[in-house]
């Protein structure tokens, strides 16, 4: 398997433009997380879908960002408009039924907005 | 919410023993996981402990949970500069994981 796939790896963009994130989680595995990680605040749980229904998204920051799940191989995670503190790495993580196998994350998308 | 605590910076030499520790404030944490970030990398699954167990051992790495005073630890034995990282403690609640501030591990040859 190839893992958690996460693109773009880089995105570079200017304040209030619109900007998505993508996200395929391994196949078979039925729950996603969208995490954020920054300097100041650690790595932030931010939502998470299980079976495709979003079940936790306490930590989605406002209203600017947004996540979907239209099918359980594909999640976006996006921001509109964008700001200079939207700047962090975004990991997406997926995990199937098996805890012991642990959550898996992907490589991350290191986000920079101008 | 939960609240987990590890401290910030660890320096040890090659060859010596790390311990890396963290405290918990959610009891109802069924698995507990160790995770590894290298620079510029994501996130890498180490080892994990469940609930009704006291140790785990795996290969150098051994996991100790105290369920009564909510304290975790990771020890490398024999540690590599290769082990030089971010260690990250991660209680799971809920279905989702947890993440302490993480502890960068440094191994001065």
């Known amino acids: 398997d190839a893992g958690v796939i996460q693109s773009p790896r880089h995105e570079v963009t200017e304040m209030g433009q619109e900007v998505t994130l993508r996200c395929k989680p391994i196949s078979g595995h039925n729950s996603l997380f969208w995490y954020r990680q920054t300097m100041m605040r650690g790595l932030e749980l931010l939502i998470y879908f299980n079976n495709n229904v979003p079940i936790d998204d306490s930590g989605m920051p406002e209203d600017r960002f947004s996540a979907k799940m239209p099918n359980a191989s594909f999640s976006t995670l996006k921001i509109q408009p964008s700001e200079p503190r939207d700047s962090a790495v975004y990991f997406c993580?997926?995990?199937?039924?098996?805890?012991?196998?642990?959550?898996?994350f992907g490589s991350g998308t290191r986000l920079t907005v101008v | 919410g939960e609240d987990v605590e590890q401290s910030l910076f660890l320096s040890v030499r090659e060859g010596d023993s790390s311990v890396i520790n963290c405290t918990y404030t959610d009891s109802s944490s069924t698995y507990l996981y160790w995770y590894k970030q290298e620079p510029g990398a994501g996130l890498q699954l180490l080892t994990y402990i469940f609930s009704n167990m006291d140790m785990k051992q795996d290969q150098r790495l051994t996991v100790l949970l105290n369920k009564k005073d909510k304290h975790l630890s990771l020890r490398i034995a024999d540690t590599q500069t290769g082990d030089s990282a971010i260690y990250f403690c991660a209680p799971q609640r809920g279905g989702k994981l947890i993440f302490g501030q993480g502890t960068t591990l440094q191994v001065k040859p």
């Open positions: 993580a997926s995990i199937g039924q098996g805890f012991h196998y642990g959550y898996t």
